[in-house]
Every structure is written in C-alpha cells, then in structure tokens.
C-alpha cells in the first residue's frame, strides 16, 4: 500500500477508494508519521536568548539560483549545526491569477513565462494540458520531436548549472577561501577518471571550475549554444517556443532539419561521458577528504516524477490511459519514500498531491462552507480538497513572520510527505522500475541505470548510475551530471524513430483540433523540467480557462515549513548539513556548506510576475525572462 | 583583413518586449530596421541572454563598431531624455562578472548585464556606443508616455548618425556603465 498517511486504500482490482468509516479524510489535524520537525519559534527564541554563539545568518539573496530565494537559518557556529532552515521565495508568480478567464491556447506562450532558462518544458506541459482536456492526440512525429525540444532543452539546463551556478562551490577558487587544507589534499590527489577528462590531479580539475576563467565553466557556456543552436530548428526560438500546440508541434520537419539538429546533439555524447566522470571524481574526493561531506544537504530520499518523453502510439493525451503511457515513459514516473519507489502509476502520484499554505502569503481555500470542486478525478479516484484541481488562488501580501507566513511558495505535499523533485528523481525512478523501452542504449537494472553512449573523439563507453546509499548535496550534483548522457541518448533514440517517419513520409507533426465551447474539461500536463517534476492542472469551462495550477519544481523543494511542522525540502537540507567549513572566524563565515546543500537542488524561483498591492490588488505588471528572445 | 573587406557596423536594442517606455530601445530598432541606414550597418534586436548576445557578436569577430539601444531608468535626467557615450569598457571585479554571467543565464536582460559580459568574453569591438532613452511608464502594454514617444524619433536620429559617421560616435564623451558621463541628446 503506498499510501501511509492519506486513507486511500485499494481493491483487488487495484480500485482506490476512501477508507470507510473516516468523518472527513482529509482532515488536516493529524499529521504525517514519522517525519522530521523544525523547532518551534519559542525554542529557537529562547536559544539566541541563551546562547551568544547562535546567531541568525542569512542569504538573501542566495546568489547563483534563478530567480529569487532568500534562506534564513539560526546558525550555532560552536557545535558547528544550523537549529532553524526557513526557505524565501520572495516574488509572487501569479500565473494562477493571470490565466483565468483567458482562452487555454495562451497559456502555451504566457505559461512560458515561468522561467527565462526553461521555458519551453512549461509550453509543453500547458499543450499537454490542453490536449487532454479537449482530446487531441499528437501524431508520432509530434511526440518525437517534442521529445527532442525538450531534451535538447535539459541538455541546455545540465551543464549550466553544474558548471556555472554549482560548479564554482567546488572550485579552487572558492575552496581556497572556505578549506584551504582540502586544496592541499586535491594537489596530491590523482583523480580516477583522468583519462576520460583530461586532468591528472584533482586540483587541476577544481582549478577549471573556477568562474570565468576555468576551461569547464567556458565549455559549458560553449555547449548551452549547442544544445540552444539544436533546440531553435524545432523550436523557432529559445526559451520560449512558438512551435508548441495542443495535439503536437507546428514544426516542419525535413531532412536538413534533422541533420542540423544530429550534428549538435551528438556533440553531448562526449560531454555527457566527460561530465559524469568529473562529478563522480568530484564527488568521491570529498568524501574521502571527510566523510562528513555525506552529512552536507542530506535528507530523506523522498522524491517525486511525473516521467518524461513519450512513446508514440501509447500516449494519446487521455488522462483515462495516464498510468499506461506513464509507465511506457523514457524517464518511468514515481513516487519514492524512504528511498523505496513505492509507485509509478501517474493516477497515482495524482491522487496523493496537496498544496498547503499555512506559511505562505495566501488565504486557505477550503474549510468550512467551501464546496470541494472535485471530489475525485475523471476515472473516480478520490481528491484531497488541497488538490491543484480544487485549489484557489488567493493571494495575500503580508509582513514575513517566521511564526507564521514568510514564503510566496507554497507547502505540495505528497501523501502529506515532504518531497523533493530533479532530474535525479527521474534517474531514480527509472533505475528502479526497470519499465524502460527496448533500446540499445539505456538499460534499467533495478538499482542502477547503464547507458551505453557511441565514440566520438573519445571511445564508446558505458556508464552507470548507481542508486546512492546516502541522499545528499554531492548525490545531487552527480545524478545531474549523469542525466547528460542519459538524455542525450534518449534523444538519440527519438532521433532514429523520427527518422523513420521521415523516411516513409509521415511529416505529421499536430493534430487538428477545435476548442469546445460548450461544458466542462479537465487537464493535466504530467511532464518534467530540467530540474524535475512538473504539471500544470487545469479546467476549462465554455472554452475558457476557470482554473490553472502550476506546481513547478521549485515549488516542492523551496516549500516552507508544513502546517504540521514539517519543513520543506531545502529546510531540511540545510537542518541536517554539518558546518565543515574551516573558519573560527563568525565576520568570515561564508555558509559554504549551507549554499553548497541550497544549490545542488539547483533551485530556479520562478522569477516573473511582481505585484503590486498598494489597494492589495494583483495587478499585471509583468517583467519577463528573456521573452524577446530570438535567438 | 583584406583591406577590401568593410568591417559592418552592428545597432543592437536590448529591452524586454511589451512593457511601454521600457522596451522603447527595442522600437527605435524596429524603426531602423525598415529604413536603408547603408549596406555596412546591420539592425538587430539583441534583447536575449546577455551570454548568447556575447555568442552572436563572436560569429562576425571583426565589427567596426557596436551601438546599443536601450531604455533604461537611470533617474539622473527627465523621462524621453536622450543620452549617449563611448563605454570605456571597464569591467566591474571578477565576482561582480560572475554575478552578471549567472544573471544573464537564467534570463535576465539588461544593457549593462550585456556589457558586461559581451565584454568579458571578447565579443565587442573597440568603439562600443551606448544611447539611452529615459523612461517613465513601467506597466504591461504598448502604450507609451508622451515624453518617450517623443523621444523615439530623435533617438533614431541619433542612432543613425552614429551608425554612418565615424568620427561623430569617436567623438561622443567616454563613460563608465551607467552613463554617468554621457552627452545629451535632446
């Protein structure tokens, strides 16, 4: 049974029904068993009361994030822990707000909006939307090629985070300054896979991660332009796309157009070899210098997917069919708790989302004399009043009180379990569910995932991603490195099958389809970002949009502290991260290890609509990311 | 170089689209784009990552000069002014770099982010021409204020001029970002 905290059980059919019996099920004053808990505000008050060494130390902003995150911590410098972790997203997103009323087809290119570095996973995930509620089933091509857009765009996201937003945190540079003595280490210290990087000692390879200036912060910003060059033939243009629609992609598909895009993406596969072995090098450098390293940005392994890239002929836009073509994805989507997958059917992970705002600037939706607007999914599974599809909107700016509200992010919770979401819940997922489809490259073990990526100027070469024994900030950034290769041979394989539609002449790539005008649909877009799970839920009422909910990645790893004391995943985090930073010195703190835990979830606070509430009204005034964007 | 090769002239606008005043450096783009400013002077829109600006510079390595154009809100002269400068291409410290490089990744735009980094990594030319237009209104839409619309054909004017005339845009003040030490247009 997966659920532990929801009354959700299940018949021999596999039915899920409410357990009987229960007055109201989803009563919130009973909270999830066994999960950890911040100190409450009295207890934190009294220890900076008490204790002249625990000091509050914040970073606002943290820097090297997309977007905007501020972090609070209540730092004890002496037994060298953080006792208080409360995550800031300080800009309100308002996409909720904005897309009422409007016809669904905008939502493709404001939704995109969301985010200046991936843009076009949100367009896709608003035509999915769409396509299931109205009933348009892309053509193979379609889903092909709208496979390749977004590979191509996590293929962008990969190395700009690791070697421009995390990769300076491992830097000589930036070591040099916070553990001088792990940069004596990393001079005498070979590393392994020399011979597919190219660097002898560990130092020269941190030396590289410098910013600016260092070989593998310029190659990445090189191979954003390839994977941006390989993106734009499909796309039209970079991060927001023209091309996605219900039913497909407008794209036109020729033969050059593909061989322009194969000559860019094939150039990840020696990168994508490259990059995992420096992460790994990386990875077990620190834990052999101290293996309190382990300790830094560990927490539960809780993790949550949707899956991602489809399989022609099984996804036909029907949420009816949802766990089928879910579990036929490239990436298998899944819910893991406890490091444990304990399901990869998308009815599933529907049925136990709740977003809840007990410390974020927003009104509380449902309780007394609120009608539940869907008491269960269009195939009879019960939903939570918290459900994105029963969720209202209700914005409301306040003075931050750590107590009580700090946070325009809101609280998802899967069967009331704080989760967290990247590209590594995907690795994850696939590598345990052993669901992938046949194909010579990627093969799932059960507790690994080999991908098996063709020579270039370096030799074919087999790599494997083992699920970790510990779940921390190193983990992260290792299992991001890896989705390089992984993706890239994932688009291979939509490379060759979307070849042979060209060779038979099926350039299909969109289905026709009308809005209804009439009556009420459902939608949801099960997709994935760069950075991991995504969907936007939505209801369309005579053609128009009545109600839009984006869960982002973002949304579940910045999440604030639960109702039941439970914090976010970044919170977390940072509570569980030892202080190995080499300083007595309060004035010299950095928070290196604070930042190193933040940023290895690659945090992207979706940095858009700002508001303005002199008369607490939502006005639109909208600063885009890179909206102009013609490249 | 073959001596016989003319080296081109680029004029970039950098704004973000649809926010009145604010994208009024995009508008006088889209104006010169329609008008015959010589063979040698290309228009383009350069309102994305700052990083794919630096990329797109590299393609032509060798250009005469580069003049952008951007409405920015400087607070130093009255909405619709017009300024311009030579940038003396000072690059602020290493982290103040990086900070812009992130910046520019994830998707911000903003002329002196692209300055900042175009130069860094060696995509701009020696003459690096800056003209900016003051705005006032910064709401959604196309609706702009009477002092910048007023502003748009001046600033065409301006742009053009230092586009054809090299030793007029050699001429202009030099000037740290920010425009401190720019000449009015107006």
Redesign the interface.
């Known amino acids: 049974m997966c659920f532990k905290n929801l009354p959700v059980e299940f018949d021999a059919s596999g039915r899920a029904f409410l357990r009987e019996g229960i007055a109201d099920p989803y009563a919130t004053t009973t909270g999830p068993a066994n999960v950890p808990k911040q100190l409450s505000h009295e207890q934190i008050t009294d220890l900076l009361r008490r204790n002249g060494h625990i000091k509050s130390v914040d970073f606002d902003p943290v ?5 905007a995150l501020a972090f609070h911590t209540v730092t004890d410098l002496k037994a060298r822990k953080v006792v208080e972790a409360r995550s800031v997203a300080t800009l309100f997103r308002g996409y909720e707000v904005i897309m009422v009323g409007r016809d669904p087809r905008d939502a493709i290119f404001i939704t995109s909006r969301a ?3 991936c843009g076009g996973v949100h367009s896709a995930c608003s035509a999915m939307a769409t396509e299931m509620a109205i009933g348009a089933e892309p053509p193979p091509l379609g889903v092909l090629i709208r496979n390749i857009a977004l590979a191509l765009e996590f293929l962008y996201d990969h190395p ?1 985070h690791l070697h ?2 995390a990769g ?1 945190d491992y830097s000589a540079m930036i070591v040099a300054q916070t553990n001088p003595g792990l940069l004596d280490l990393a001079k005498r210290t070979d590393a392994s896979h020399g011979d597919v990087h190219g660097y002898k000692t560990m130092f020269d390879l941190m030396e590289d991660l410098n ?2 200036s260092g070989r593998l912060y310029l190659e990445a ?1 090189h191979m ?2 390839v994977a ?1 060059e390989a993106y734009v033939l499909i796309c039209g243009k ?2 927001h796309p023209q091309t996605m629609v219900p039913g497909g992609m407008s794209s036109t598909i020729t033969l050059t157009v593909m061989n322009e895009m194969l000559l860019r993406l094939n150039q990840f596969f020696d990168y994508g070899k490259k990059i995992a072995c420096i992460w790994d090098d990386i990875t077990e450098f620190f834990y052999d210098a101290n293996p309190e390293y382990k300790k830094v940005g560990a927490r539960r392994a809780n993790m949550i997917d949707t899956g991602i890239f489809d399989i022609p002929g099984v996804y036909d836009a029907k949420y009816v069919n949802a766990g089928t073509w879910g579990d036929a994805r490239w990436y298998t989507p899944g819910a893991v708790v406890d490091g444990e997958l304990v399901t990869t059917d998308l009815h599933v992970i529907n049925m136990g989302l709740e977003e809840f705002v007990e410390h974020s600037y927003y009104e509380e939706w449902t309780g007394e004399g609120q009608k539940t607007r869907y008491e269960s999914d269009p195939t009879g599974r019960p939903l939570s009043p918290h459900h994105p599809w029963n969720k209202v909107t209700k914005p409301r700016p306040q003075g931050q009180n750590w107590k009580e509200k700090y946070t325009w992010d809101t609280a998802p919770r899967w069967d009331r379990q704080a989760m967290e979401a990247g590209c590594y819940a995907r690795l994850w997922n696939t590598a345990a569910a052993r669901k992938l489809p046949d194909n010579p490259f990627i093969e799932s073990t059960g507790h690994s995932l080999k991908v098996r990526v063709p020579a270039g100027k370096l030799p074919e070469m087999e790599l494997e991603w083992h699920i970790p024994k510990v779940w921390n900030a190193f983990e992260r950034n290792r299992a991001r490195a890896h989705c390089v290769a992984s993706t890239a041979m994932i688009a291979f394989n939509n490379w060759l099958a979307a070849m042979e539609r060209v060779k038979i002449g099926d350039l299909r790539t969109s289905t026709k389809f009308e809005i209804p005008r009439k009556g009420e649909q459902l939608g949801v877009g099960f997709w994935g970002a760069g950075r991991g799970y995504l969907t936007h839920h939505l209801s369309l009422d005579r053609g128009a949009v009545s109600n839009y909910q984006i869960i982002t990645p973002s949304t579940w790893n910045a999440s604030p502290t639960d109702r039941w004391g439970q914090p976010g995943p970044y919170e977390e985090a940072v509570l569980n991260t030892p202080l190995l930073e080499e300083t007595d010195d309060p004035k010299g703190f950095k928070g290196i290890d604070i930042l190193r835990a933040i940023r290895s979830f690659d945090p ?1 606070m979706p ?1 858009t609509t700002h508001i303005q509430c002199g008369d607490e009204m939502i006005t ?12 | 170089m073959d001596a016989a090769v003319q080296r081109r002239v680029i004029v970039g606008g950098v ?5 009145c005043d604010h994208s009024a450096g ?1 508008l006088v783009c889209e104006r010169l784009m329609t008008r015959d400013l010589g063979p040698r002077v290309l228009v383009e ?1 350069l ?3 700052p ?2 600006v630096a ?2 510079l590299q393609d032509e390595p060798a250009w005469a000069r580069i003049i952008f154009v951007s409405a920015i809100a400087r607070g130093l002269n009255p909405p619709g002014s017009i300024t311009a400068y030579r940038w003396d291409g000072v690059l602020p410290d ?1 982290e103040e ?3 812009a ?2 910046d520019a ?5 903003h002329l002196d982010n692209t300055l900042i980094v175009a130069r ?2 060696q995509a701009l030319p020696d003459l690096v021409c800056v003209v900016e237009i003051e705005p006032l209104e ?3 839409g196309h609706d702009l204020s009477p002092a910048v619309a007023a502003a748009l054909e001046p600033a065409c004017r301006c742009v053009t001029r230092l586009a054809q005339d090299e030793t007029y845009a050699a001429r202009l003040p030099l000037s740290p970002l920010g425009g401190l030490a720019a000449m009015s247009f107006t």
């Open positions: 820097t090297r994030v997309a977007g985010c200046g570095v700009l421009l937003l300076p910013p600016l910003l954003t332009r941006r970079y991060p992207c940095c639109r005034e909208v600063n885009t990311c890179a909206c102009g964007a013609d490249a | 704004d973000y689209p649809d926010l995009v829109d309102s994305f990552n990083v794919a990329q797109r290493p770099v990086h900070r490089v992130c990744v994830t998707g911000i735009i860094q990594f910064h709401e959604f």
